[in-house]
């Protein structure tokens, strides 16, 4: 049993499923307890029953647990270990799921009891949807994890969290922070950011263009709808707390748009084709590694 008391704060997609998983995996847990900051979130788990017990607040759900996974937006990280802290059990392992780990590690590690052991992770899985009824046991399979440990982790923790996500079925791979921030700023943040964005301008079209948008959209426009449906609090705070590195990927995608304008402006048929061939060279990876 690689936790004997398993707690996840904020049973959302990520959260829920994780405890969806550990329930249905024997060896992860004997105990999986949760909590959620509203009363209405923790009647819905308690309805759902993907945990064995729902506590009323953070501090009581970390009592005695071996294992803490922060499962909140990113944003919300300093006031959640503002008040779990003093009552992580000597030895446990707090880990997390957030999509940035600059601001996790910013966060987290100055309100470090001594004696815990904190393993950053994030699995790189996901829906559009949130809320305790959004999460599956299945999430995770086939899907990376990105563990990140700081100097000095001890061994032993990152072991037990590396082995919690295999039992997940997640591939697992480890990068330091820094790097962490900078590919998922690439691969998921921008393409979040672009998402929000072409919907916005497709809102602000006048009313009648808009009509017809919406009602002739094509596969494209509704691929980006769909990202664009995403958590709105989860999504605000990994822009503003990944802010340098979105920043960054954000100035190189619009020098890279900008060049791609002024060949469908002056017609240089050649650099148009270039590009579209390097999609989907990009886009046979992806099929290739069995991630599209």
Request: with cysteine; charged share 20%; aromatic share 6%.
């Amino acid at each position: 049993m690689l936790f004997e008391r398993l707690c996840i704060i904020g049973p959302g997609l990520v959260g829920g499923s994780i405890a969806r998983m550990a329930r249905a995996h024997g060896g992860v847990a004997r105990h999986v307890v949760t909590t959620a900051q509203s009363a209405a979130s923790r009647a819905r788990v308690r309805e759902l029953g993907f945990a064995d017990s729902v506590t009323d607040t953070a501090a009581e759900a970390v009592r005695g647990a071996d294992g803490v996974i922060l499962c909140v937006p990113v944003g919300a990280y300093a006031g959640v270990m503002a008040e779990i802290a003093p009552h992580l059990a000597p030895g446990a392992i707090l880990s997390d799921a957030g999509s940035t780990k600059g601001s996790v590690v910013r966060d987290i590690a100055p309100l470090l009891p001594a004696g815990v052991h904190f393993v950053p992770a994030h699995p790189m899985a996901g829906t559009e949807f949130s809320g305790p009824d959004a999460g599956f046991a299945t999430m995770f399979e086939g899907r990376y994890c990105i563990i990140t440990p700081l100097p000095g982790s001890d061994a032993a923790a990152v072991a037990k969290v590396r082995a919690m996500w295999e039992a997940a079925g997640s591939m697992v791979e480890t990068m330091d922070v820094a790097t962490h921030d900078k590919v998922v700023a690439m691969v998921s943040h921008l393409p979040h950011l672009i998402a929000f964005t072409i919907c916005g301008t497709a809102d602000d079209l006048a009313e009648e263009t808009r009509e017809a948008v919406l009602k002739f959209a094509a596969s494209g426009f509704r691929d980006f709808t769909r990202i664009a449906g995403s958590d709105v609090a989860m999504w605000r705070d990994i822009f503003l707390n990944n802010r340098e590195a979105l920043l960054e990927m954000l100035a190189r995608f619009t020098e890279d748009s900008h060049a791609l304008a002024r060949a469908v402006r002056y017609g240089q048929a050649e650099f148009i084709e270039d590009r579209i061939h390097r999609g989907r060279k990009i886009r046979r990876g992806l099929i290739e590694r069995k991630q599209a």
